[in-house]
């Protein structure tokens, strides 16, 4: 039986050298721990055991890396079996992956864009489709962060809403890539988020970045949480509503403490807009 998530859960990045520290709390101040499958998969002895007392006191959510969903090379099937039973296993709330390219004749362990076309809308989706079939439940998409476009007739909200419908797939809505992109590539976050189907909205991602110079941004997952990205979650749930949100840190790890923090702040913009109806239910 598959778990769901709370509106208002809050969840961080399960990463390995928290591990021991996290098990051995009674109650970890988090709703849940989001987790990659492909680092975790096959995993036994001490983390492995670790790993399942932790997931027994908390729900789980995978978030994909190596699917490719946008990418060229043929999906890889064993590992999307193998997803599908530890998916399965751990009763996972939510599974996502990210709408790039990420092998093409291997992996390449980086998150590619790919062309804004019609073409490549149609190819993601077929993918999609197919890996939602493979794992026997709907995948949420994260739009990725990118810093050279290439090309394309459609614009990267024009592309993203595409393959949402046809696709018929979620949305994980990392608010760090879109405050990066917006940035970088001279639109407004707002408009774009504004734009978005929030129904298919299924959760959000926090994180921080890096600024290169006067005004290029890199998206580490390495840093808090900045102010900017705060605002702009904030304004986000007031209008789409509260979704699960994750706390990510990829690298940099400080101490789970650290984290806790920032998912109890996440939580209370979370709290504060259930309580008031959202901008979206409003007609706004």
Known sequence: MTLRLPATAVGIGLRRPHLAELAALPDPPVDFFELAPENWIGVGGAPG??????????????????????????????????????????????????????????QLYELLPVPFAEATVRHAA???????????????????????????????LEFLRAVLEEADCELLLDLNNVHVNAANHGYDPYAFIAGLPAERIAGYHLAGHFREGAGLLIDTHGAPVPEPVWTLFAWTVARVGPRPTVIERDFNLPPPATLFAEAARARSILLEAEAAPSAESAGA
């Open 49 to 106: 055991r670790l790993l399942a007392a932790l997931l027994e006191r908390r729900p789980v959510a995978l978030h994909g890396l190596s699917l490719s969903l946008a990418g060229p090379d043929p999906l890889d099937r064993e590992l999307l079996a193998r997803s599908r039973e530890f998916a399965d296993r751990h009763r996972a709330a939510l599974h996502s992956d990210h709408l790039a390219a990420t092998s093409v004749e291997g």
């Open 126 to 156: 077929a993918r999609i489709a197919a890996a939602q079939d493979c794992l026997g439940r709907r995948i949420a998409v994260e739009n990725i962060s990118y810093y050279l476009g290439l090309g394309g007739e459609l614009s990267e």
